[in-house]
């Protein structure tokens, strides 16, 4: 997950101003060619940025999940009331025995 988001921040922040820069600097005397290989790359790289924003968040997303359904890993299972009527609730959690 860091490493997605490093790239991710180093693309938009270093890549996209750069590239962006040598295809609208108006100051350069640039070949035809240069321009339509630049022209290309800003392309891959504008898409690049926005498809990395919907990993990275996708990516935090199933993280968040993850740490919020972790504190039912140490419930082995979920059982019934006994008939007895000992608990006040329809259902309880067992833990496991090594769970504080």
């Known amino acids: 997950m860091p490493e997605l988001a490093g790239y991710w ?4 922040l270093l890549q996209s101003p750069l590239v962006l820069f040598l295809l609208f600097n108006e100051a350069t005397i640039i070949t ?14 504008v898409f690049e ?10 990516m ?3 993280q968040v999940n993850k740490f919020h359904l972790q504190q039912f890993s140490n419930l082995e299972l979920i ?7 000992s608990e ?8 496991h025995p090594h769970a504080a």
């Open 79 to 85: 059982e019934e009331v006994p008939a007895d009527g």
């Open 88 to 95: 006040d609730s329809d259902m309880y959690y067992r833990r």
């Open 32 to 45: 035809p060619l240069e321009r339509a290989v630049t022209v290309i790359m800003a392309a891959f790289i």
């Open 60 to 62: 935090v997303n199933s």
């Open 49 to 58: 940025d926005i498809v990395g924003y919907f990993a990275v968040r996708a």
């Open 9 to 12: 921040l180093l693309t938009l």
